[in-house]
C-alpha cells in the first residue's frame, strides 16, 4: 500500500494564506470520496447536498479492479468486504413464479460470484466513506447552489438558503443531472445520450424468504429484463429494480414528483405478473426509491477555470456498465491527488486529471456498447458477447458476459493509480 502525505497544509491559497477552499456538490459516492481525500490532504472542504442527509436506497454497486486498491488506500477494504451483499446465485422466473433456470456462478448484477469483485448497497458504501472522514469537512444538507460566479481570485457561490461565500475551487459531483454542469456548461441536453431505458428500484421486505439470492423475471417479449429482485441487509430486504423500454420524449418519461414517478412505474409494469403487483403495492410505502433514464454524459472538457465535474456529472458510464461507482471512486482518488500535488493550482491541476483519466472513462463507457441490448438498450452487441446455455438460453447474466465483454471489463478495471 501506497504512502500518502496527508501533511495539513501543504495547499495554501496565495491571496489570503489559508488552506485552499473547495466546494462539492453532491453527497454520493464520487463527493464523498473526494471530500474524504481532501481533508486528508489539508484542504478546507465544503460538501453541499441537495437532500436532507445522505441518501438512502439506491442500487446495488460494484467495486472492480483499481477501485479496490482506493477502497484499501481508504483503510475501508475490511468494512466493505463486510458488507458485501454476498449473494451465492440467481433464478429466472415466468409469471407464475416457475423456475426457469437458476447459476451460482454468476448474478445479472454483481457478476461472478466467487470473483474478487465486491457488490455493496450505494448508500451503505457512501456511508462508511463519509465516516471515516476527518472531522475537518462541513455539510450543508437540505441546500443546493444557486449560482457560481467566477472571478479572478475564487468563485462567488449563492446558496439555495440565500447564503452567500467564496470558495477557491468548486467541483460538481452532483450526478446525472447536474445542476453544476448546467450552471457552468449549458443546457444538459447538450451532453445526455440516453439509450431509451429506464429503470426504476425500491426497497420491499423480504417476504419471500430469499437467502441471499436474486430472482429475474421476464415477460417473454423479448425486451430483456422487466423485474430483478435481490437480498439485502442479511436477507431482511430486497432492492426491487424495474427496467422498460420507451421512445418518448424525455420530459415525459423523466417527471420531477416522486408522486408522478412512481405513477408512471405503477402504469408501464402494470401488465407483469409474478410478484409485480405485490412489489409495485409496496413502491408506495417506501422511502428508497429511486428512478432515472439510463443514459451517458459525453463532454469534451470536464473543467472550466475553476470548476471540474467529477463522476456521473461529468462522464456517467450508465448502469448498464455497472462500472459507475469504480470509475468514481477513481476520480476522486485522482482528482484530489492532482489537486494535492500542485498545491491546490487549478490550472495545473486539473488538465493533468484529465489526462490521467481520458482513456480510462472511455474504456469504461464502451462497456455500453457491449452491454446494452443485454438489458434493453438500443445497441445491439456483438453475437460473442450474447453467450447462451441451456439454462438461461442466453438470457442477461445466465452465463458470463462473453469473450468480448469479458475483455473490455478487463480493459476498463485495469489503471495505474499514481502515488501522490
Known sequence: MSTINTAPGTARSPRSGRPVSVLVSGAGIAGTALAYWLERYGFEVTVVERAPALRGGGQAVDIRGNALDVIERMGLLAEVRARRTGLRGMSLVDGDGRELGRTTEWTA?????????????RDELAELIAGASGPGIAYRFDDSVETLVQ?????????RDGTERSFDLVVGADGLHSNTRRLVFGPEADYLHPVGTYIAGWSVPNHLGLDRWEVLHQDGDGNGWDCLAMTVRDNTELR????????????RMLPRDPARQRALIAE??????????????????????????VAQIRMDRWSHDRVALLGDAGYCCSPLTGQGTSVALTAAYVLAGELHAAAGDHRTAYPAYERRLRAHVAANQAILELSAARFGGDTEPPAAAKGGGAAGDGLPGFDGPGPELEAAFHAATVFDLPDY
Open 109 to 121: 448484477s454483481g457478476g461472478p460470484v466467487d470473483g474478487p469483485d465486491v457488490e455493496i448497497l
Open 240 to 251: 426491487v429494480f424495474v427496467g422498460f423500454r420507451s421512445d418518448e420524449p424525455l420530459d
Open 268 to 293: 408501464r409494469c402494470a401488465h407483469l405478473r409474478w410478484e409485480l403487483p405485490r412489489f409495485l403495492r409496496a413502491m408506495w410505502e417506501t422511502d428508497a426509491f429511486h428512478y432515472d433514464v
Open 151 to 159: 472571478h479572478a481570485e475564487g468563485v462567488q457561490v449563492r446558496f
